[in-house]
């Protein structure tokens, strides 16, 4: 969720890089840095923590006449958030800003180093700057230059947002985008400013042009040269607030867009070609670990969860989970070979804080599992590993959860490997699998549409019954939650083989069953539980990559190979289906009525 502004001009260009960074700190950051050059010379500031620290640190830096500079947000992917690792990126004449992940980036670094090229850092971004210098090594105009720049980025691999300054073309900003935003504006001043999103541009731009993928270029105060197409510029909006939504209606919506971005920086660094890795945790930390036991409230419970059946399958240790609120006055025997984890979207929900703080009077070796860098939570405990969300504006989670479940995944796969339990080829069996996942929550969107037309039936009745197994029954839980939150309509998750104990006697034809049925896990199980509904007369909509004959209404995802991908896949159409259900309502989605984004007291 790192964000990036540029700007050429006139202007005071410190004020006009920080001004814009102060626009994206809606989308999270751990550090921030600018890099300005005047009359060929450049100056780098850099600093860990709010952008406050940032201009503390720029106090007595001033900049007059025309220039070019760039500026950074970061959320730590590669590296830990510290100074070295804040952005821009130096090399001996040039700076990089970066947004996305360089995949390959191991591999150029290996070859940088053995040439002789120091590395200062521990980020992806930095093989940028030096793989641009090694190729403009003997470029000296402007052509030259833009030759090497194009030749960096054709050797990299992954997504990427960049912009670079170098001192061999002291009045030029380079480009390039791939998966990444981008957007480039102009004005009637001759001012260009770059940004990776509407946000910044507001009130400075007249016109912008966003970049496709494949773009790449460089500005001058004189000209915008773009490859392999003509930039196409248009009327810029002038609405913060819909520029910081980036187009969608409501923040929910942007959020679930935003899942399989996000979805690759909880992964980068952890989940590897053919194994996983935790640089949070120590080679001991399971020392002396027989057991599990998982505290969290609402959706973060949900993840909590999950997580049980696969620390239990693959690692194979017995986990406990608990709703926070409920552990706190249940005098809990807490014994000291139980690792405690608690999982918070924000890291200040009262209930869980006080769970985490009998733990750790009970001797409990803790873990946290946060989105919030030096929260409460993450202070307090003896580890944290963060699962790198950005800020969730919308209150009822989405990448929150699932940026949790899958820190979840990976651990227990994790810990699986390091008790033993799986052998190597489960371990890169299962990684191939977590490469798929950004992809999956992309392809997941495609039923966006069915969905929006689909709502419009589900407005009315007595209630709805979200129903899975295995896995799915928590996600079940988590898809009536979902729906409870911002349709204000009753719904219950269960267990599907739980109907026939008691709910199936509200089954009518008033009553909708929202089946969640997966091809990998149980399906001929879960079929017959929902038949039993559809013969009592409860209208079906089912969830499944195969058509079910007795279904109302359908939502077809695509065939997975593991169950996990399958999970994430109808964890959207069920954010999506809510979304939709909601917004048929006139509800106001991102805040719904009597809710909190953080509950911060009991």
Not at 30 to 58: P, R, W, Y
Not at 116 to 123: A, D, E, P, Y
Not at 187 to 199: C, H, P, V
Not at 466 to 494: Q, T, V
Request: proline share 3%.
């Amino acid at each position: 969720m790192c964000g990036i502004v540029g700007y050429i001009g006139s202007k005071e260009i410190k004020h006009e890089l920080i001004e814009g960074l102060r626009e994206l700190e809606y989308r999270g950051y751990d550090s921030a840095g600018i890099a300005v050059m005047q009359h060929g010379n450049i100056q780098a500031f850099k600093a860990v923590g709010k952008l406050n620290n940032l201009e503390e640190k720029t106090r007595n830096f001033e900049t007059s006449g025309p220039g070019i500079g760039i500026g950074h947000t970061r959320w730590a992917t590669h590296g830990k958030p510290t100074e070295l690792n804040a952005h821009p990126h130096m090399g001996q004449y040039s700076y990089v800003v970066h947004n996305g992940i360089i995949e390959n980036y191991r591999e150029i670094k290996s070859m940088l180093e053995g040439e002789g090229v120091h590395f200062l850092s521990q980020t992806d971004t930095e093989v940028i700057v030096h793989l641009f210098e090694k190729e403009a090594a003997d470029a000296e105009d402007a052509e030259a230059l833009f030759k090497a720049f194009k030749h960096t980025i054709e050797q990299l691999d992954g997504a990427y947002a960049v912009l670079l300054i170098t001192q061999k073309a002291p009045e030029t900003i380079f480009f390039a985008r791939k998966g990444s935003p981008m957007i480039i504006g102009r004005n009637s001043e001759g001012e260009i400013y770059f940004a990776s999103s509407d946000a910044p541009l507001i009130g400075k731009a007249e016109e912008v042009a966003y970049m496709e993928d494949g773009v790449i270029g460089y500005a001058t105060p004189d000209a915008i040269h773009a490859e392999p197409d003509h930039l196409e510029f248009v009327p810029l909006s002038g609405d913060k607030l819909s520029a910081q939504k980036g187009g969608f209606r409501f923040f929910m919506e942007k959020e679930i867009y935003e899942q399989y971005q996000v979805m690759s920086d909880t992964m980068i660094g952890r989940v590897l070609d053919e194994d996983v890795a935790f640089e949070e945790l120590s080679n001991d930390f399971l020392e002396g670990i027989e057991r599990i036991k998982i505290c969290a409230c609402g959706t973060s419970y949900h993840a909590a969860l999950t997580s049980s059946y696969l620390f239990e399958r693959q690692a194979r240790m017995p986990v406990n989970v608990e709703i926070a609120s409920e552990f706190r006055y249940k005098e809990p025997l807490l014994n000291p070979d139980t690792l405690f984890i608690v999982i918070s979207q924000s890291g200040e929900t009262a209930d869980t804080l006080e769970a985490l703080r009998m733990a750790k009077e009970a001797g409990l070796k803790t873990l946290a599992i946060c989105n919030v860098d030096n929260s409460s939570i993450v202070r307090m405990a003896d580890t944290s590993i963060l699962t790198r969300a950005g800020i969730e504006k919308g209150v009822a989670s989405t990448k929150a959860f699932a940026t949790q479940t899958m820190v979840l995944w990976m651990l227990s796969l994790f810990f699986a490997k390091r008790r033993g339990s799986v052998d190597a080829k489960t371990v890169a069996t299962e990684t191939s699998f977590m490469h798929q996942v950004p992809r999956v929550l992309k392809e997941a969107l495609d039923v966006h549409e069915k969905c929006k037309r689909l709502s419009k039936r589900y407005l009315h009745g007595h209630g709805f019954f979200f129903i899975g197994r295995d896995i799915f029954y928590p996600l079940a839980l988590e898809g009536a939650l979902k729906l409870k939150e911002i349709s204000y309509l009753h719904a219950e998750g269960y267990p599907a083989g739980e109907m026939k104990h008691g709910p199936i006697a509200l089954a009518d034809a008033e009553l909708f069953t929202v089946a969640l049925m997966p091809k990998t896990i149980l399906y001929d199980k879960t079929k017959s539980n929902v038949e039993e509904l559809s013969a009592r007369d409860s209208t079906i909509l089912s969830i499944s990559p195969e058509m079910f004959e007795l279904a109302d209404d359908f939502i077809l995802t695509h065939p997975h190979a593991h169950p996990m991908l399958e999970f994430f896949e109808m964890m959207v159409v069920e954010q999506l289906l809510a979304m939709e259900i909601a917004i048929r309502l006139g509800n106001d989605v991102d805040m719904p009525r009597n809710l909190a984004k953080s509950v911060t007291v009991e």
